[in-house]
């Protein structure tokens, strides 16, 4: 067995492997609590073990997206070992927005990560492509970094739209975004009938609509955008199913819901072993 993961393994690393042969672009493993866990001392705890299941330097970047009571004690806890991130924003700059937190706000807390258009907020909040966009240009202005979540419901993959779903919200979340601020950005590709199911997507499947993504920032920013943006996988993603995923040439690392809650599984997904990428 050869780790020849991007970052540092070195004790299974072979000599003559590199650390950037296999991973064009670094790895990047995320967890996502939603409105979890119940208390603050259930964070604490979690918060805890995540961080113990990082030894050493981690052979990816690893970040943790939190409810916002949370953010200051999880962020006390895990220090430098991970990123630790906000679930959503508003996108203004203070006012009558009551219940609203804002880009300044988080950063003044030294929060520079947040998600945007996540699959349950499209739904459940009815945010729109056009409310996504004014939450990423705002994230980006305020030189924050946004993983901005798109994919497709059931129905739209059954219609064998799920190309054309994900060119859409990729346009429109990153309208007016500039190549300059890609850097910025993460995009996580999860299919809405995967997240929470137990049906995670098939490496094959997952693959094909990374590629189309990829080709579709290459489009719009030029291929070395294109190369260097990082692409995640959400959806029922486990410590059975990571490795496999994380095989594929244009999968970078995952958005985890569900198996960020225990830190074994959280734990052993932050520690994918993959033996090659495949094409
Ligand atoms: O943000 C995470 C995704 O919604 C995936 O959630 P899940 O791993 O529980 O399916």
Known sequence: FVNKQFGVRSSLLESSTTT??????????????????????????????????????????????????????????????????????????????????????????????????????????????????KQCKMLVEEGMNVVLCIGESLDEFEK?????????????GLSEIGADQMSQVTIAY???????????????IAQSVHKSIRSITDKMYGSSVAESTRILYGGSVSPGSVDGLLEKPDIDGALVGGASLDTTSFGRIINFEVAEVLA
């Open 160 to 172: 064998d739209l799920v190309d054309a779903v994900c060119e859409i919200q990729l346009k429109k």
């Open 190 to 204: 999860e299919p809405v009938w995967a997240i929470g199911t137990g049906k995670v997507a098939t490496p094959e």
């Open 20 to 133: 950037t042969e296999l991973f064009a672009r670094k790895p990047f493993i995320t967890g996502n609590w939603k409105l979890n866990p119940q208390s603050k001392s259930e964070a604490v705890d979690l918060a805890r073990g995540i961080a113990d299941s990082i030894t050493g330097e981690s052979p990816s970047d690893v970040a943790l997206f939190v409810p916002f009571p949370y953010l200051e004690t999880v962020q006390g806890i895990v220090g430098d070992k991970l990123i630790v991130g906000a679930e959503m924003i508003t996108p203004e700059i203070n006012g009558a927005f009551t219940g609203g937190v804002s880009p300044c706000m988080l950063k003044s807390m030294g929060i520079e990560w947040a998600l945007a258009g996540h699959s349950e907020r499209r739904t459940l909040n009815k945010e729109s492509d056009e409310d996504i966009n």
